[in-house]
Each structure stands twice: as structure tokens, then as C-alpha cells.
């Protein structure tokens, strides 16, 4: 059986970003494999563990992200197909444009992250699937393959489900799906000589960015002045925190 | 200053030559900075959950923790294939044990391990002893640990009085005696114990925990490092097996002298993480604290002190990766004993350097670390409050301080009376030049300004050399001074060069505070010993050569912290450069 993850390669959420230009500004920003993708990394690894077979990364992207491949390769799977392209591409172009490379591959299983940590967007995978005219299962905690089906749990917003599906299919990631193992380094070492195929396109993306900007989150700054009536102030500190801030 | 191109590249070859370019971190590879992603997981998910645990005695804890490190293939790095390692750059390793450092006990344990443990092997064993033990060491199976210190003797290791004696069969040696301050005594499977055959000849061997004989002291009641495990191991009648004699008989001192010069350049990489660790502390503490209805961060004394680290850990950072750059050029395609000859005991002038400048620079990062925190610092709650007592141990253990100063002009004399390096040709061409000074205004200002240290140093140790020629050992605070000078030289030397790559900013301004300090503490330091090594006219002479060597302009030094503040605050923490 042949099992792939589609990646993406995006700005670590501790990393400050800047913007210059009404842009977002990466120079500064640690770059890395989506931890949503991260997932399918694991997920088509242990599939391949378990059902014997292929373990392939896909990517569409600029360049620079070779980096977030060679760790998906570091982490174990077998070889990686780039597609390269730089500037943006909105997820429905990209979708069309890794859809022709599935289908070239024809792989079983299609794994990729629930959500793209940099557009928040949650359009990739059922957009890939639609492309390929394959089934969709979203937000995936537990898959199992079985007779070419597969059983598939998934998240919905109050509860979960269990769904059968027939292959070849599209799962995204939710967290719980499992817990992506890291690099070793011999593992790193031996993906140094993996294969990545690199493909040069160029789509046209059907969106364009015009502006971007970071939202500042301002701080509320309220002081409580506890030197009066303590119990008080406690209170009300209590009080502020469970109605207002809802975080006891 | 000379011709000959390779000199720059021979160990303390820098004081008569500039490079013409060295390695940094920019240089570094996608597979090393995979590797210290990795790393920086392992710590995330692996020591983090159990930190709390380790530093509060759980020292047991370190065992499965090494596993896992060995199950990353964190302990293969400097471990031949063949034995289950990876056989990987000294780059690599070095990076390893700065990403570690922040772990403080842990790293310790970790560094006697993968270092003084295992290296001994790697470098000395024969196939047999490689075969028995070295996968076991790669995996994380055994734990090692290295036993040269003595409760009577540590900086004079030599002096061990550990004895072995050979049994009647001729199968065994019967050691006998007490090694102090044994890292991972506590739960090592394998000991390096150095002693003396027949009292005379210095030698290593390989004990196993199990020998009967070997029995441990208490757990030392210790200032940081408190996850790390230090005992005495106390060795009665103890039957080592001939084979497990290590290396030569009668060069125990090659082995332990080496091992400890890996030691040296690794904790000063390991400092420097741990530098960079409390910085990070500090600057966000320092934007988050609000003093006078201000965050601290707004004054100046404070942004002195972020300046004054970040610059210091560039100098330490700059002049570790250089060395360890050239450690890896003169290893490549060697291995065992010939490796340790040319590429590991060529560089322990700059193993040396780097121990020293690394121990001191992280003890400088702390101390004013836990004063930016103020009472909190003071605070076990805070994590630089770890990182004080942490820091500590680094200038005493893999050879005090005071011992590796001593050592670097030293190592440098000796060469020098080797014939290795050609210093006093170098110190002969020197006098003419001093009595002629030229007040041509150099192109490259910085530049003349560390050659010009490198003609002091190579000015005063001449007439040091001179004068007191084979007492000179007894002349330590000249020593001292010439080490100190020579510090600065290749700390400054490394920077600059570092920095002309980086295209300047930050780096440049870093560069320029560090020299016109260390040009300061040269003159300082220069002047103090002088009226001892010459009189009279001489020596009015010779202090206006220092005075010329050691000048610089007026500077701002003001403008140029607060400027370098700036970055620290924006990146909160050290403004690491970017490849
Ligand atoms: C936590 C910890 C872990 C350790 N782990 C290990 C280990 O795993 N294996 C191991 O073998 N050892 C280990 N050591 C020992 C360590 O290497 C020694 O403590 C160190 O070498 C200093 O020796 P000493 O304590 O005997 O001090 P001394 O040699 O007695 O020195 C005392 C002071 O005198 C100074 N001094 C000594 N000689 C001179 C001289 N000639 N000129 C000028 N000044 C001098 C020293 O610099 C120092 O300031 C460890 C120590 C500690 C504290």
C-alpha cells in the first residue's frame, strides 16, 4: 500500500513575526513543518509500519521549504515528491496542483493537517479530495485500514463519530491522532539521502494578498489595590478572572 | 604578519598569523541544524517533565533519561560505526552539548558520559575493548564515568595515589585507592580509573560496577548541578582483568590530558548555552518588570548589562565554532590515537581558551542575570536562580581555572622551544620593530588593533622568556596575564572576523566594545608586570610601546550598549545571527 502526507512548512507560533511593507516579514521567524502535519507525518509512518508498503511526502511550496521535508524524511518516511513554487497560492489552486501529483502516485491513503497554521485555514484537504474526487474524512483521532476501508473516528464540535470509508481517501489531522515521534539521528543522517523529487510549476493563484497585519493584543492593565481590604480585592480578583478574563 | 599560509591554522598559529577566514555558526549545515532541533526536543519533551523531579534528588531518573538520549542517538555522535555509533563531526557534538547545557545536572551527566566516559575508548581502546563496551555506551545501556581526581589531589593529577599491582598469574592487576568527585558514580556501569603500576607508571583501566572491591561514597551535598550524580568510588583489591588495561602502560597522562582537552571546548560550548539560556531569562524579565511605572528594560543600567552578556557570549560563541571548525578540517579522515594527535592535542591552546572564556563569560551572564531579576533572582522559584549555582562548577572541574591559564602560554612556550611555532624569530623581528614604530594611520583600524595585542603578548612573554627563562613557571601572575591577553586576542580576532561576514551591525558593535575593553585590560595588565621583567630605560621604552599598542580612540560606549540592548530586547535574548 502506498501512504502520503501532504505538508506545509510554516512560522513556528513562538516566533515574533514582523511586518514590513503591509507583509508579513519571515526573515526573523523559525520556520517549520506544520505541527498539524506533523500528524500525517507520524500517521502515514505507522500505517506503513503496520500495512507494509510506501511512506511518501508531498509538498507544495517555495524552496525554503526543503527544510520541513527533510525532517518529515528524518522522522522515517521513504521519499518526497516538491512540488516548487514561490509566492503565495490560495489553498483551492494548490489543492489542483498537488491533485495531479496524488494522482500520478495513487496512493491509498492521503493524510494532511487539519488546519494550515499560517493561513488558519482548514480548506487543503477536503479541497485536495474534491480535486481528486476522493472521499474526505476531517479532523481524524483514530484510523484504522481494513479490506480496503478504512475506519476512521473524527471530531465534530460537541462530540465524535466513526465513519467507514472506502479507499483511495482523504483524512486530516486533529490532535489525539497520535503523538509524532522526532527525529533520531541516524534518522536524520539516512534522510540525508532520501530522495526529493523537485518539480518546478507555476499555477496562478485565484486569490491575492494584498495586506497583511498582526493583531496586537493589548493588555487590560487593571490593577486591584489590595492594600486596603484584602478580601476584597481577592474576591474581586476571583470574580474578574472567572466572569471577565474565564480562565478559573 | 608572516608568510607561511598554514600557520593560521596550526593550534596558537593565530597569535603569528590571521586567517583568512574561519568557521561560525552561519557555516553550519542542514543536517546540524536538524540535529539541534532534535536536540531541543529531547529536551522539551524528555528532561522538562522530569526537571522538577532530578533537581530535588530523584537521581535515578538520569538512567532512563540516558536511554532515551541513546535511543535519539544522542550518545552515538563521536562513536565509530562499526561500534554502533555515528562517527560525527566534533561540530556536531559541540552543538549537542550547547543546546544540553540548559539542563545544568543533566548535562553534566550527560557530558561525563559522552565525553570523559566514552571518549577514552573511542580514542585508546583496542578492538576487543571497542567491541565489548562501546555499543553499550552508544545505546545508553552503560553509563560511564571517567575517575582521575583523588581526594588529595585534583589540579595534580599526576600525583595519583591510586595503586595497581599485577597478580602472581599475571591475569590480574589489584587496584587499590579513592578517586573523588566521580561523575555519574551513582549509576555508571563502566569506570576509566587511572593508577599507578607499581606506584610509578601512570595507566588506565577499564572497571566494570560489578568488579567486587568497588564500592561508592555517599552523594556529595552540592551547590548546583544537583540532578548530576558526584561520589567518591572507593576501590579495595579490586581485580581488573589485563585486557582492560586502556591504552599504553605507562601513558595514562596521554589519555586523561587529551580526554579532558574534548572536555574543555565542549564546556565552553556547553557555557555558552547556558549563557544564552539566562540572557533569554533576563530579557524577557527585564520587559516584564515594571520599576518607577517603567519596565526595567527602560534603564540603562540594565541595558548595560544585557549588552555587556549578549557581547560577551558573541565573543565566546565566535571564538568556540572557529576552533571546533578547525578541530573537524584537521580530524577529517582520521580516527583512533592519530586523530587525537592531530587534531585534538594540536588544539589545546584554543580547548584551553575556550574553557576559560566559556566559564567565565556564563558566570558573568548569572550573576547579573539574578541582578536583573532582583529578589526574585534570589528566588528558587525563578530558573535563574538554578542557573547561578549551576554555573558555578564550570571553572573548577576539567581543570581548574587557574590550571588552564597556566597552561596556555605554556603550551605556547613549549612549542615555541619545539621549534613548532617560530615565536621567537617572530619576538626577535619585533624588538627591531618597536624600536622603530611606524605612526602610518592603518586601513583596517580594528584589525591593527589586534595584531597589535598579538605583538604585546609576544612582547611581554619574550622578555618574560628572557629573563626568567626555565623559572618562568614560577612566575604565575606573569603567566596569568599573557593567558589573559592571549583570551582576549582570539576571542576579539574571532568576533571581527565573524562580524565582516555578518556585514556588520550588531556584530560590529559588539565587536568594537569587546576590543576597546580588552585593549584597556591589556594595557592594564601589561603595565602591572612590566617594571618586573625590565628597568630603567628599557623599561620606559617598553611601557610606551605598550601604551602605543593598546591605544584607542574616545568611544561611546554608551550609545554602543544601548544600541546592542535594543537587539537583545527585540529578540529577547541573544541575537543569534542568522545563517
Ligand atoms: C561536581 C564535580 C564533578 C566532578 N567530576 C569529576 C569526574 O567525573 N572525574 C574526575 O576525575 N574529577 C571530577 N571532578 C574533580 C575536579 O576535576 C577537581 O575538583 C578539579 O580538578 C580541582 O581539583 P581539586 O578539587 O583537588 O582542587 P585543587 O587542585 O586542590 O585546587 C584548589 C585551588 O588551588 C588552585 N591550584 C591548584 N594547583 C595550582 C597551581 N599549580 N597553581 C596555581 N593554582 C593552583 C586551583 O586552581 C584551585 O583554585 C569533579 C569535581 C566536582 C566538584
Given at each position: 500500500?502506498?501512504?502520503v502526507?501532504?505538508?506545509?512548512?510554516?512560522?513556528?507560533?513562538?516566533?515574533?513575526?514582523?511586518?514590513?511593507?503591509?507583509?508579513?516579514?519571515?526573515?526573523?521567524?523559525?520556520?517549520?513543518?506544520?505541527?498539524?502535519?506533523?500528524?500525517?507525518?507520524?500517521?502515514?509512518?505507522?500505517?506503513?509500519?503496520?500495512?507494509?508498503?510506501e511512506?511518501v511526502?508531498?509538498?507544495?511550496?517555495?524552496e525554503?521549504?526543503?527544510?520541513?521535508?527533510?525532517?518529515?524524511?528524518?522522522?522515517?518516511?521513504?521519499?518526497?515528491?516538491?512540488l516548487?513554487?514561490?509566492?503565495?497560492?490560495?489553498?483551492?489552486?494548490?489543492?489542483?496542483?498537488?491533485?495531479?501529483?496524488?494522482?500520478?502516485?495513487?496512493?491509498?491513503?492521503?493524510?494532511?493537517g487539519?488546519?494550515?497554521?499560517?493561513?488558519?485555514?482548514?480548506?487543503?484537504?477536503?479541497?485536495?479530495?474534491?480535486?481528486?474526487?476522493?472521499?474526505?474524512?476531517?479532523?481524524?483521532?483514530?484510523?484504522?485500514?481494513?479490506?480496503?476501508?478504512a475506519?476512521?473516528?473524527?471530531?465534530?464540535d460537541?462530540?465524535?463519530?466513526?465513519?467507514?470509508?472506502?479507499?483511495?481517501?482523504?483524512?486530516?489531522?486533529?490532535?489525539?491522532?497520535?503523538?509524532?515521534r522526532?527525529?533520531?539521528?541516524?534518522?536524520?543522517?539516512?534522510?540525508?539521502?532520501?530522495?526529493?523529487?523537485?518539480?518546478p510549476?507555476?499555477?496562478?493563484?485565484?486569490?491575492?494578498?494584498?495586506?497583511?497585519?498582526?493583531?496586537?493584543?493589548?493588555r487590560?492593565g487593571?490593577?486591584?489595590?489590595?492594600?486596603?481590604?484584602?478580601?476584597?480585592?481577592?474576591?474581586?480578583?476571583?470574580?474578574?478572572?472567572?466572569?471577565?478574563?474565564?480562565?478559573? | 604578519?608572516?608568510?607561511?599560509?598554514?600557520?593560521?591554522?596550526?593550534?596558537?598559529?593565530?597569535?603569528?598569523?590571521?586567517?583568512?577566514?574561519?568557521?561560525t555558526?552561519?557555516?553550519?549545515?542542514?543536517?546540524?541544524?536538524?540535529?539541534?532541533?532534535?536536540t531541543?526536543?529531547?529536551?522539551?519533551?524528555?528532561?522538562?517533565?522530569?526537571?522538577?523531579?532530578?533537581?530535588?534528588?530523584?537521581?535515578?531518573?538520569?538512567?532512563?533519561?540516558?536511554?532515551?538520549?541513546?535511543?535519539?542517538?544522542?550518545?552515538?555522535?563521536?562513536?565509530?560505526?562499526?561500534?554502533?555509533?555515528?562517527?560525527?563531526?566534533?561540530?556536531?557534538?559541540?552543538?549537542?552539548?550547547?543546546?544540553?547545557?540548559?539542563?545544568?545536572?543533566?548535562?553534566?551527566?550527560?557530558?561525563?558520559?559522552?565525553?570523559?566516559?566514552?571518549?577514552?575508548?573511542?580514542?585508546?581502546?583496542?578492538?576487543?575493548?571497542?567491541?565489548?563496551?562501546?555499543?553499550?555506551?552508544?545505546?545508553?545501556?552503560?553509563?560511564?564515568?571517567?575517575?582521575?581526581?583523588?581526594p588529595?589531589?585534583?589540579?595534580?593529577?599526576?600525583?595519583?595515589?591510586?595503586?595497581?599491582?599485577?597478580?602472581?598469574?599475571?591475569?590480574?592487576?589489584?587496584?587499590?585507592?579513592?578517586?573523588?568527585?566521580?561523575?555519574?558514580?551513582?549509576?555508571a556501569?563502566?569506570?576509566?580509573?587511572?593508577?599507578?603500576?607499581?606506584?610509578e607508571?601512570?595507566?588506565?583501566?577499564?572497571?566494570?560496577?560489578?568488579?567486587?572491591?568497588?564500592?561508592?561514597?555517599?552523594?556529595?551535598?552540592?551547590?548546583?548541578i544537583?540532578?548530576?550524580?558526584?561520589?567518591?568510588?572507593?576501590?579495595?583489591?579490586?581485580?581488573?582483568?589485563?585486557?582492560?588495561?586502556?591504552?599504553?602502560?605507562?601513558?595514562?597522562?596521554?589519555?586523561?590530558?587529551?580526554?579532558?582537552?574534548?572536555?574543555?571546548?565542549?564546556?565552553?560550548a556547553?557555557?555558552?548555552?547556558?549563557?544564552?539560556?539566562a540572557?533569554?531569562?533576563?530579557?524577557?524579565?527585564?520587559?516584564?518588570?515594571?520599576?518607577?511605572?517603567?519596565p526595567?528594560?527602560?534603564?540603562?543600567?540594565i541595558?548595560?548589562?544585557?549588552?555587556?552578556?549578549?557581547?560577551?557570549?558573541?565573543?565566546?560563541?565566535?571564538?568556540?565554532?572557529?576552533?571546533?571548525?578547525?578541530?573537524?578540517?584537521?580530524?577529517?579522515?582520521?580516527?583512533?590515537?592519530?586523530?587525537?594527535?592531530?587534531?585534538i592535542?594540536?588544539?589545546?591552546?584554543?580547548?584551553?581558551?575556550?574553557?576559560?572564556?566559556?566559564?567565565?563569560?556564563?558566570?558573568?551572564?548569572?550573576?547579573?542575570?539574578?541582578?536583573?531579576?532582583?529578589?526574585?533572582?534570589?528566588?528558587?522559584?525563578?530558573?535563574?536562580?538554578?542557573?547561578?549555582?549551576?554555573?558555578?562548577?564550570?571553572r573548577?572541574?576539567?581543570?581548574t581555572?587557574?590550571?588552564?591559564?597556566l597552561?596556555?602560554?605554556?603550551?605556547?612556550?613549549?612549542?615555541?622551544?619545539k621549534?613548532?611555532?617560530?615565536?621567537?624569530?617572530a619576538?626577535?623581528?619585533?624588538?627591531k620593530?618597536l624600536?622603530?614604530?611606524?605612526?602610518?594611520?592603518?586601513?583596517?583600524?580594528?584589525?591593527?588593533?589586534?595584531?597589535?595585542?598579538?605583538?604585546?603578548?609576544?612582547?611581554?612573554?619574550?622578555?618574560?622568556?628572557?629573563?626568567?627563562?626555565?623559572?618562568?613557571?614560577?612566575?604565575?601572575?606573569?603567566?596569568?596575564?599573557?593567558a589573559?591577553?592571549?583570551?582576549?586576542?582570539?576571542?576579539?580576532?574571532?568576533?571581527?572576523?565573524?562580524?565582516?561576514r555578518?556585514?556588520?551591525?550588531?556584530?560590529?558593535?559588539?565587536?568594537?566594545?569587546?576590543?576597546?575593553q580588552?585593549?584597556?585590560?591589556?594595557?592594564?595588565?601589561?603595565?602591572?608586570?612590566?617594571?618586573?621583567?625590565?628597568?630603567?630605560?628599557?623599561?620606559?621604552?617598553?611601557?610606551?610601546?605598550?601604551?602605543?599598542?593598546?591605544?584607542?580612540?574616545?568611544?561611546?560606549?554608551?550609545?554602543?550598549?544601548?544600541?546592542i540592548?535594543?537587539?537583545v530586547?527585540?529578540?529577547?535574548?541573544?541575537p543569534?545571527?542568522?545563517?
Amino acid at each position: 500500500m502506498k501512504f502520503v502526507a501532504v505538508i506545509r512548512q510554516v512560522p513556528d507560533s513562538e516566533s515574533r513575526l514582523k511586518i514590513d511593507a503591509g507583509r508579513v516579514d519571515l526573515s526573523s521567524a523559525t520556520l517549520i513543518l506544520d505541527q498539524m502535519d506533523e500528524y500525517a507525518v507520524e500517521e502515514v509512518i505507522r500505517l506503513q509500519e503496520k500495512h507494509g508498503g510506501e511512506s511518501v511526502i508531498v509538498a507544495l511550496g517555495p524552496e525554503r521549504f526543503e527544510e520541513a521535508v527533510r525532517t518529515a524524511l528524518a522522522m522515517g518516511a521513504d521519499r518526497a515528491i516538491h512540488l516548487v513554487q514561490e509566492g503565495y497560492l490560495d489553498p483551492i489552486t494548490q489543492a489542483e496542483a498537488l491533485a495531479e501529483a496524488l494522482r500520478a502516485e495513487a496512493p491509498d491513503v492521503v493524510l494532511t493537517g487539519g488546519q494550515q497554521a499560517d493561513w488558519d485555514s482548514q480548506a487543503l484537504g477536503p479541497a485536495i479530495a474534491e480535486a481528486l474526487g476522493w472521499p474526505v474524512v476531517t479532523w481524524t483521532t483514530a484510523l484504522e485500514l481494513e479490506d480496503g476501508q478504512a475506519r476512521a473516528k473524527h471530531d465534530l464540535d460537541e462530540g465524535a463519530e466513526v465513519v467507514r470509508v472506502s479507499l483511495p481517501a482523504v483524512f486530516t489531522t486533529q490532535q489525539g491522532l497520535n503523538e509524532p515521534r522526532y527525529p533520531t539521528l541516524p534518522g536524520i543522517m539516512k534522510a540525508k539521502k532520501k530522495e526529493i523529487r523537485k518539480i518546478p510549476i507555476s499555477a496562478a493563484s485565484k486569490v491575492e494578498v494584498l495586506e497583511q497585519s498582526i493583531q496586537e493584543r493589548s493588555r487590560l492593565g487593571k490593577v486591584l489595590d489590595g492594600t486596603k481590604d484584602p478580601h476584597a480585592a481577592a474576591s474581586e480578583l476571583i470574580r474578574l478572572l472567572h466572569e471577565e478574563a474565564k480562565v478559573i | 604578519m608572516i608568510a607561511d599560509r598554514k600557520l593560521a591554522k596550526k593550534g596558537g598559529g593565530w597569535l603569528l598569523e590571521r586567517p583568512e577566514g574561519i568557521f561560525t555558526p552561519e557555516d553550519f549545515d542542514d543536517t546540524v541544524r536538524e540535529i539541534i532541533k532534535t536536540t531541543r526536543t529531547f529536551v522539551e519533551r524528555e528532561y522538562q517533565p522530569v526537571a522538577e523531579r532530578l533537581e530535588h534528588g530523584e537521581l535515578e531518573l538520569n538512567v532512563p533519561l540516558m536511554r532515551k538520549a541513546g535511543e535519539q542517538g544522542l550518545l552515538g555522535i563521536e562513536v565509530p560505526e562499526e561500534y554502533g555509533g555515528l562517527d560525527l563531526s566534533k561540530t556536531i557534538s559541540t552543538v549537542v552539548a550547547e543546546e544540553l547545557s540548559p539542563t545544568g545536572g543533566f548535562s553534566v551527566t550527560y557530558g561525563a558520559h559522552t565525553s570523559i566516559g566514552t571518549l577514552p575508548l573511542v580514542y585508546f581502546g583496542t578492538p576487543e575493548q571497542k567491541a565489548k563496551y562501546l555499543p553499550k555506551l552508544a545505546s545508553g545501556e552503560w553509563i560511564a564515568a571517567y575517575c582521575l581526581t583523588e581526594p588529595g589531589n585534583g589540579s595534580d593529577a599526576l600525583a595519583a595515589k591510586t595503586k595497581a599491582v599485577l597478580s602472581e598469574d599475571g591475569k590480574h592487576y589489584v587496584l587499590n585507592g579513592t578517586k573523588m568527585w566521580i561523575s555519574n558514580a551513582g549509576f555508571a556501569h563502566l569506570f576509566t580509573v587511572f593508577a599507578k603500576i607499581d606506584g610509578e607508571k601512570f595507566t588506565a583501566f577499564l572497571v566494570e560496577r560489578d568488579t567486587p572491591g568497588l564500592s561508592f561514597g555517599a552523594e556529595e551535598k552540592k551547590m548546583g548541578i544537583k540532578a548530576s550524580s558526584t561520589r567518591m568510588v572507593i576501590l579495595e583489591d579490586v581485580k581488573v582483568p589485563v585486557e582492560n588495561v586502556l591504552g599504553t602502560i605507562g601513558k595514562g597522562h596521554q589519555i586523561a590530558f587529551n580526554v579532558l582537552n574534548v572536555g574543555r571546548y565542549k564546556l565552553g560550548a556547553g557555557a555558552i548555552g547556558g549563557a544564552k539560556h539566562a540572557l533569554a531569562l533576563s530579557a524577557k524579565y527585564a520587559k516584564e518588570r515594571v520599576a518607577f511605572g517603567k519596565p526595567i528594560a527602560h534603564f540603562g543600567l540594565i541595558q548595560h548589562k544585557l549588552a555587556e552578556m549578549a557581547t560577551r557570549i558573541y565573543a565566546g560563541e565566535s571564538a568556540t565554532y572557529r576552533t571546533v571548525g578547525l578541530i573537524d578540517e584537521a580530524l577529517q579522515g582520521k580516527s583512533g590515537t592519530e586523530a587525537v594527535l592531530a587534531g585534538i592535542e594540536e588544539y589545546a591552546i584554543e580547548a584551553s581558551i575556550i574553557k576559560v572564556l566559556g566559564s567565565e563569560v556564563l558566570d558573568y551572564c548569572v550573576d547579573e542575570g539574578v541582578q536583573i531579576h532582583g529578589g526574585y533572582g534570589y528566588s528558587a522559584e525563578y530558573p535563574i536562580e538554578r542557573a547561578y549555582r549551576d554555573s558555578r562548577i564550570n571553572r573548577i572541574f576539567e581543570g581548574t581555572n587557574e590550571i588552564n591559564r597556566l597552561l596556555i602560554p605554556g603550551m605556547l612556550l613549549r612549542r615555541a622551544m619545539k621549534g613548532e611555532l617560530p615565536l621567537v624569530d617572530a619576538a626577535t623581528r619585533l624588538q627591531k620593530e618597536l624600536l622603530e614604530p611606524s605612526f602610518d594611520q592603518p586601513d583596517d583600524l580594528e584589525l591593527a588593533q589586534i595584531d597589535n595585542l598579538k605583538k604585546l603578548v609576544l612582547m611581554t612573554s619574550g622578555l618574560a622568556a628572557l629573563k626568567y627563562t626555565t623559572k618562568i613557571e614560577e612566575e604565575q601572575e606573569i603567566l596569568a596575564t599573557a593567558a589573559d591577553i592571549l583570551i582576549d586576542i582570539y576571542a576579539a580576532e574571532s568576533m571581527l572576523l565573524r562580524s565582516r561576514r555578518l556585514g556588520g551591525g550588531v556584530y560590529a558593535d559588539m565587536t568594537t566594545l569587546y576590543l576597546y575593553q580588552a585593549l584597556d585590560r591589556a594595557q592594564s595588565a601589561a603595565l602591572g608586570v612590566l617594571p618586573r621583567l625590565a628597568e630603567g630605560d628599557e623599561m620606559r621604552v617598553m611601557a610606551s610601546a605598550v601604551r602605543r599598542l593598546t591605544k584607542h580612540e574616545p568611544t561611546d560606549l554608551v550609545d554602543l550598549r544601548r544600541r546592542i540592548a535594543q537587539k537583545v530586547l527585540e529578540a529577547e535574548g541573544y541575537p543569534q545571527p542568522r545563517a
